[in-house]
């Protein structure tokens, strides 16, 4: 089973910061958080992932709480096109984990 | 760099027939995952391959094999198929398959099942 929460779906206005959250209380010291996307009939993009810090790349910025129980995905400027199901996964560190588990991730429904 | 491709991307068959389907990772990966997406169950791991060894399996029944060659491409076959195994499967490429090494996703092969 996933070991995230994350909202069925969610709207964003054209242009304006898209903040998607994720909740993985059950979350151990050495799991890291993962985000992906799926833009409908593609096989899912990674976006971003984070162990404890704050991290920030070209297509989006991943703030995790200290206590590291949740998350924050930002879109900064959304567009059209950021319209996707967003997956929030947590994945252990080291070792052989080829697989991702995924959840039912968030609709994200960009708006003009 | 090219991407992971996938092929075919479209399949028909029958109940009872087998199917093979075919991934190549992008250039210098060595781990290819397969995975499953129905509606019903969303996205599920079937197995991962690492250096022509299966390292990782999900859930799924024996009718569900794969295989990697020594240049990292991998196909996997299915067997005595079922109106259930529809899907769209999809492969991933990652260049171990440890932490922090992202997975890449094809297109995926959309099988039907009739």
Known sequence: ????????SMDCAEGRAANLPCNHSTISGNEYVYWYRQIHSQGPQYIIHGLKNNETNEMASLIITEDRKSSTLILPHATLRD???YY????????????????????LSVKP | KAGVTQTP???IKTRGQQVTL???????????????????????????????????????????????????????????????????????????????????FGPGTRLTVT
């Open chain 1, 1 to 8: 089973d996933a070991k995230t929460t994350q909202p069925t």
């Open chain 1, 88 to 107: 929030c996964i947590v994945r252990l560190y080291g070792g052989s984990q080829g697989n991702l588990i995924f959840g039912k991730g968030t609709k």
């Open chain 1, 83 to 85: 319209t996707a199901v």
């Open chain 2, 22 to 104: 075919s991934c190549s990772p992008i250039s210098g990966h060595r781990s290819v995952s397969w995975y499953q997406q129905t509606p019903g169950q969303g996205l599920q791991f079937l197995f991962e391959y690492f250096s022509e060894t299966q390292r990782n399996k999900g859930n799924f029944p024996g009718r569900f094999s794969g295989r990697q060659f020594s240049n990292s491409r991998s196909e996997m076959n299915v067997s005595t198929l079922e109106l259930g195994d529809s899907a769209l499967y999809l492969c991933a490429s990652s260049l171990s398959g440890e932490f922090g090494y992202e997975q890449y």
């Open chain 2, 9 to 11: 991307r479209y399949l």
